[in-house]
Every structure is written in C-alpha cells, then in structure tokens.
C-alpha cells in the first residue's frame, strides 16, 4: 500500500509559480512511476506530467510543456511538479498518483491516488 499526501496549492496570479509537492509513506515508492493529474469543475481528470521510477523519463501533457517540470526524489519519497507561467486555465484540483501503469498517460492504469490539493489562477 502507498499513501500520498500533496500540499503547494493555492491562489496565484497569472503568470506566477507554485511548487507542488507530493508525499508518500511505504518503502516501494522507488519503483513506482509517479504521475500528476489535474481536474477542473465540470471536466474529467487529465494528464498533466509523469515520471518512471529512475527519472529517466518525464512525459508532459502538451497543454504544460516547457512550463511544468516534473521531479522524484526517491530518497526523501517525495514527487514535485514546479509550475512557471501559470494560466487561468491551469485552475484545477491536482492529483498525485503512482503505479506501475501500462500507459503513462493514463489515469485508470495508476493504482493510488493523493486527495488532491486545489491551484487556483486569477487573471
């Protein structure tokens, strides 16, 4: 079992930052793919960016590349996702999710999931 808590969230000015952090308890953390997800009101959850095990590979949704960085570490079991150039339409609650997921892209194939934790960008 693996437990993931974010924290980071909040109300920023458009064009501003906010560095996401997710937190997880059980030891297998390092093998896990982490990923973060995103749903606005009245939309279905979406992919925003992934990252395998080792780091070795970060995937971004195309919506958020060059402006998101995704990041582990394993030591600290602790996923981040750096968000620069934020845009109103970045408003959403974000997910943390890790497993061993045959699309990268896909929600369904993640196992566990973080409550969320609410980004909210003024114009």
């Known amino acids: 079992q693996v437990q993931l808590v974010e924290s980071g969230g909040g109300l920023v000015q458009a064009g501003g930052s906010l560095r996401l952090s997710c937190a997880a308890s059980?030891?297998?953390?390092?093998?896990?793919?982490m990923g973060w997800f995103r749903q606005a009101p009245g939309k279905g959850r979406e992919f925003v960016a992934t990252?395998?095990?080792?780091?070795?590979?970060?995937y971004y949704a195309d919506s958020v590349q060059g402006r998101f960085t995704i990041s582990r570490d394993n030591a600290k079991h602790t996923v981040y996702l750096q968000m620069n150039s934020l845009k109103p339409e970045d408003t959403a609650v974000y997910y943390c999710?890790?497993?061993?997921?045959?699309?990268?892209?896909?929600?369904?194939?993640?196992?566990?999931w973080g409550q969320g934790t609410q980004v909210t960008v003024s114009s």
């Open positions: 990252v395998t095990w080792s780091s070795a590979n970060t």
């Open positions: 999710a890790a497993g061993f997921p045959a699309r990268l892209t896909n929600s369904r194939d993640y196992s566990y």
């Open positions: 059980g030891r297998t953390f390092s093998s896990y793919a």
